[in-house]
């Protein structure tokens, strides 16, 4: 009895990857720690990205992408920034140092600590740091949105000198959350990250925050954001990990179909 051919056919799948011919891609860097699902979250998209943009070519296991990941519960501490800067820029240095050698190009699953992109570049490292900001920026651009809302933890929201996202100003027109909101928003985030996004409530209360602002594009600019927003479909709330996920795709040489 002899067994199917290695790729198999699109009905089937593989019957035996061993006679396959395998080819390393560049492999992919995550930070994360801030909070760790956050990092299970964009790995998650890379992967459903992945197999998208590959359709019926994708052949299983052998077609992943190639991921390191480093996940530094220090991190955390960044909630707080404008009192924890010093502690937890050194501990990314420190990770970032790590990863290099390991990655061609990576990127931090968290909006906040993309505030360190410019320090991370300054380091001279191999591994490319794939910014949030210029991510977005790219986005926002591309969508001609005349008026976006970002949602963020405190420092990101606010869009001063704690965002990593208060360069993209002066290109492009924000919806003030208000003092309130923000806070409420702050809030829910640290809630997210003590309970657990299935927590009974916490969806409700984003989907409250939603419903209060008027902009056709709302950013969700917090990692923990995705984990309880119920995505209606029409493009008006922007998963910024799924932005990066298919960014990252983009510079291991796995493009969607429409890319040039």
């Known amino acids: 009895m002899t067994h199917s051919c290695a790729t198999g056919d699109a009905a089937a799948g593989p019957t035996d990857i061993s006679l396959a011919d395998y080819r390393a891609r560049p492999t992919i860097g995550i930070l994360t720690g801030s909070g760790p699902e956050a990092g299970i979250d964009l790995w998650t998209k890379l992967?459903?990205?992945?197999?998208?943009?590959l359709g019926t070519a994708f052949r299983g296991d052998i077609d992943a992408p190639a991921v390191h990941v480093v996940s530094d519960p220090e991190l955390g501490l960044s909630m707080e920034l404008e009192r924890t800067e010093a502690q937890v820029w050194a501990a990314l240095k420190a990770d970032a140092q790590a990863l290099d050698g390991r990655?061609?190009?990576?990127?931090?699953?968290?909006?906040t600590l993309?505030?360190?992109?410019?320090?991370?570049?300054?380091?001279?490292?191999?591994?490319?740091?794939?910014?949030?900001?210029d991510v977005v920026g790219d986005?926002?651009?591309?969508?001609g949105a005349p008026r976006v809302c970002l949602l963020g933890a405190r420092p990101v929201a606010e869009l001063g000198e704690w965002s990593p996202y208060r360069t993209?100003?002066?290109?492009?027109?924000?919806?003030?959350?208000?003092?309130?909101?923000?806070?409420?928003?702050?809030?829910?985030?640290?809630?997210i990250k003590w309970r657990g996004a299935a927590h009974p409530g916490l969806r409700e209360?984003?989907?409250a925050l939603v419903?209060?602002?008027?902009?056709?594009?709302?950013?969700?600019a917090c990692t923990e954001l995705p984990l309880v927003a119920d995505l209606p479909g029409d493009g008006r709330l922007v998963d910024v990990t799924q932005l990066v996920a298919e960014a990252l795709l983009d510079r291991t040489g796995v493009r969607a179909a429409s890319s040039p």
Do not use: M, W
């Open 47 to 53: 992967l459903q990205e992945n197999r998208r943009r």
């Open 103 to 111: 990655a061609a190009v990576y990127a931090i699953a968290c909006n």
């Open 114 to 133: 993309n505030l360190f992109a410019d320090r991370l570049h300054a380091l001279g490292l191999r591994a490319q740091l794939l910014s949030f900001t």
């Open 139 to 143: 986005h926002l651009a591309r969508s």
């Open 168 to 191: 993209l100003r002066e290109r492009f027109d924000f919806e003030p959350l208000g003092d309130a909101a923000t806070e409420e928003l702050h809030q829910l985030i640290y809630d």
């Open 205 to 207: 209360r984003f989907a």
């Open 211 to 220: 419903a209060g602002i008027e902009s056709p594009c709302v950013l969700l």
